[in-house]
């Protein structure tokens, strides 16, 4: 379950040290020395996104290695801080996690496992079954399947890489269950509104689509939505669900009633969600399949020709054993002979380059977006919704990622040579055009943690920003609303970027990051078109 983009929470993981001495002082017992080394490991864990730490694998750092791991798991077994049912420790099968997040996991597991025969099969005879054969004319067996199963279980899980027909598959199933209920109540749903926006746009809009914090009615720390008052659905499509955690998916499950067929949609290549407890990853193991049955289907036929981007891509998903968590291998080594073999017509593109500054060639294709943005927000005003639609789209034309925040190849280092000065200012200073990340969820405002709007009029108090949700609607927003919950994305990190699309990506992959293929990966598969690496020289 590990975060591989996501930067280190500091805060979490100075809390180690108190807890170690705390939580045996609760007990009544001195601290062992080596339970403290595991309290401490398993909160710089969790300050990652990890929920576990495996006794299996090496000593992590700050761990005794001459302990490990049989001297940790004899100190543990003398804890009560490891005894069920009351300690928050827990160790299964050589995974050492918080108790609390266990017992939620199994919860959210076993509900999910159990929603596969819930209900009865819908009934497909005389018309309906007719228009339900229809549907599947031009899928192949595996799409046809999971159209059969939409129709026949609670829960029905669709994976598959970038190009392989999920969302021809979604569509197939919408129509499918609309033709045997015809007055069902369906909803489109996804962790964020960048891809809320997109699979509203790929299943033709005629279905309500938000996103799940907006679907659950999120207010702060709690959802409208629960037990006591349920969502009124009949059919639930839930897309990118590799960015779907433990809380949103138990919160998701306690407001679903029962007799709401759940679809869950994603592609267990891409990054764990940041907030601990990665969902998807959970139902890859071969008990879990094996109970979900013919209800978990996996695309593999590639119908949409990516070129080079869906080569490496590929051969990143395979050769990283993606769907069993992080390799120690670096990412770049596997795909190297790929890089170094690629021509100059081909839609991916490798620069190795110093890391010592930012890649004159990536500065000067921003600043040529930018100055692009700029033009089109001259045109856009409140009224004018043509020319804002373009500038929306005109945002989407280029897409830059970093793994990190900091350093030489950071997002702050990117925006501080892009933005200088007016990058410590107001977001109304920002130059006009200057897409704007919303990082906070603000169902107020209707704007989910994620949005990227853009800065038009200004500089100045005349500024404004607008987003747009995937349906057409436009938000008009005044920059000072947003103070402190919004910050300049011309570029993003990979985990900020992830249920996004651009016609054209370019991706910065610094020495000494990430050794997950999971993060390249979900960069390159952003690309609709092109897609341009920089590496490292040193790593070439």
């Known amino acids: 379950m590990r975060d591989p983009g996501h930067s280190p929470q500091p805060w979490v993981a100075a809390l180690g040290p108190s807890l170690a001495e705390a939580l045996p002082r609760l007990y009544g017992k001195a601290c062992d020395p080596l339970v403290g080394e595991l309290i401490i490991a398993l909160t710089a864990a969790l300050a990652r996104g990890d929920l576990e730490l495996d006794l299996n694998g090496p000593a992590p750092a700050d761990v005794s290695a ?45 509900a999910l496992i159990a929603r596969v025969d819930s209900l009865e099969p819908l009934a497909t005879s005389g018309s309906a079954a007719i228009e339900t054969l229809s549907m599947m004319v031009g899928l192949d067996g595996r799409q046809r399947q999971a159209v059969a199963a939409v129709l026949s279980h609670g829960l029905v899980l669709l994976e598959g890489g970038p190009g392989t027909g999920k969302t021809s598959t979604v569509a197939a199933m919408i129509a499918a269950h609309r033709a045997v209920e015809p007055g069902g109540r369906l909803h489109l749903a996804a962790p964020t509104g960048k891809a809320a926006g997109r699979l509203r746009a790929a299943t033709g809009g005629t279905l309500p689509c938000t996103t ?81 049955g013919d209800a978990a289907i996996t695309l593999t036929t590639t119908y949409r020709n990516a070129g080079a981007i869906a080569t490496v891509a590929s051969a990143l998903r395979q050769g990283q054993g993606l769907t069993s968590g992080a390799s120690d291998t670096d990412p770049l080594a596997s795909i190297l002979p790929l890089l170094q073999a690629l021509a100059p017509t081909d839609n991916l593109q490798w620069r190795p380059c110093s890391p010592r500054t930012l890649p004159p060639e990536l500065l000067e294709r921003l600043r040529r977006h930018q100055a692009s943005l700029a033009e089109q927000a001259a045109r856009c005003r409140p009224g004018t919704e043509q020319g804002c639609r373009e500038l929306l789209s005109a945002r989407d034309r280029l897409l830059v990622m970093a793994p990190q925040r900091q350093g030489r190849w950071g997002l702050e280092a990117i925006h501080r040579t892009m933005l200088g000065g007016r990058l410590d200012g107001d977001l109304q200073d920002l130059p006009p055009g200057t897409p704007v990340l919303c990082r906070r969820n603000l169902p107020e405002l209707n704007l989910a943690n994620g949005d990227v709007g ?14 747009g949700d995937g349906s057409g609607e436009l938000t008009w927003i005044h920059p000072g609303q947003l103070a402190g919950s919004a910050e300049p994305a011309l570029a993003l990190t990979v985990h900020k970027a992830q249920g996004s699309e651009a016609e054209e990506v370019i991706v910065l ?32």
Do not use: K
């Open 509 to 540: 992959l610094p020495s000494g990051g990430s050794q997950d293929g999971r993060l390249l990966y979900t960069a390159l598969t952003r690309a609709r078109q092109g897609a341009l690496l920089f590496t490292d020289a040193e790593l070439a």
């Open 66 to 110: 001459v302990s490990w791991p049989e001297g940790h798991r004899g100190a543990l077994a003398n804890s009560p801080l490891c005894r069920d049912p009351d300690g928050p420790l827990a160790l299964e099968d050589g995974r050492l996690q918080w108790r609390r997040w266990l017992r939620q996991r199994q919860e959210v597991i076993e």
């Open 212 to 292: 799940l914090h907006r679907l659950l009615e999120s207010r702060g720390d709690r959802f409208g939505r629960h037990r006591g008052r349920p969502l009124d659905l009949d059919l639930l499509v839930v897309d990118e669900v590799s960015m779907l955690d433990l809380g949103l998916m138990a919160a998701l499950l306690e407001a679903l009633p029962t007799r709401c067929r759940l679809v869950l949609v994603g592609d267990p290549g891409q990054l764990p969600p940041i907030a601990p407890g990665a969902v998807l990853q959970e139902l890859q193991g071969p008990d879990r399949r094996l109970q979900l």
């Open 454 to 467: 853009l800065l038009v009029g200004g500089p100045g108090p005349s500024a404004r920003l607008l987003f």
